[in-house]
């Protein structure tokens, strides 16, 4: 994986956070709730019920909830990064791709939204997965067909069947390719219907709050 470094240059835009909220979620409080919403979305997808049996091969990492929203996604990168995700887990096979959209800042607090996201050939098992070396190429090219100026927000992977966590793994690729304060880690899992967000605090996994959008 690679590092992109263009979000250390730009300013963020000043404008009031979305407010087409469809779905919101909170650490501890919206699991029920997100089950049902991401089993709706995978439905009206074509998508029923994927199956999965991987065995985690790697420790969870005890994580602190936060409560401040400042994280929205565009229903349709809900809608791509599920359907992607589970696609892979059919074929038993881990998901992996980049988050894209824009830094933004109203009344002194900075938030991030996500508008896109960018995928590419993957060398994937049950319980891992990377880009292929070869997959850059195509990536960039469509990242260069983005209409904006876009920053990369974090990056998402899935876990088909044993659940949504950061492993130690997980953190360690989160702060060594995705270390601005905004950077964040989505983990899906399509078997149990799980979607949960991530950023690491100095040494601290801290699972935060995210807001779906319509735009």
Not at 40 to 52: F, K, P, S
Not at 91 to 120: H, K, M, P
């Amino acid at each position: 994986m690679i590092k992109i470094t263009r979000e250390t240059r730009k300013n963020p835009e000043r404008q009031p956070p979305p407010n087409s909220i469809v779905f919101s979620y909170t650490p501890r409080k919206s699991e029920e709730d997100a089950r049902a919403y991401m089993a709706a979305r995978l439905r009206q997808a074509g998508i029923e019920d994927v199956e999965g049996a991987a065995e985690p091969h790697e420790t969870k990492v005890d994580a602190r909830c936060a409560q401040d929203l400042n994280l929205y996604i565009r229903q349709e990168v809900i809608d791509e990064l599920l359907v992607h995700c589970a696609e892979m887990a059919a074929d038993q096979l881990e998901a992996l791709g980049f988050l894209v959209g824009d830094i933004c800042r109203w009344n002194g607090e900075r938030f991030s939204v996500v508008y896109d996201v960018v995928t590419g050939q993957l060398d994937a098992t049950a319980t891992s997965v990377r880009f292929r070396e070869d997959a850059f190429e195509s990536m960039f090219d469509e990242l260069d067909e983005l209409e904006y100026d876009y920053v990369l927000i974090g990056w998402y992977h899935s876990h088909p069947g044993y659940t949504s966590f950061m492993s130690h793994i997980d953190l360690d690729t989160q702060m060594r390719m995705f270390n601005q304060p905004f950077h964040v880690a989505l983990v899906a899992d399509p078997v149990t219907m799980e979607l949960k967000a991530f950023r690491p605090i100095d040494d601290t996994c801290i699972e935060i709050p995210y807001a779906v959008v319509e735009t």
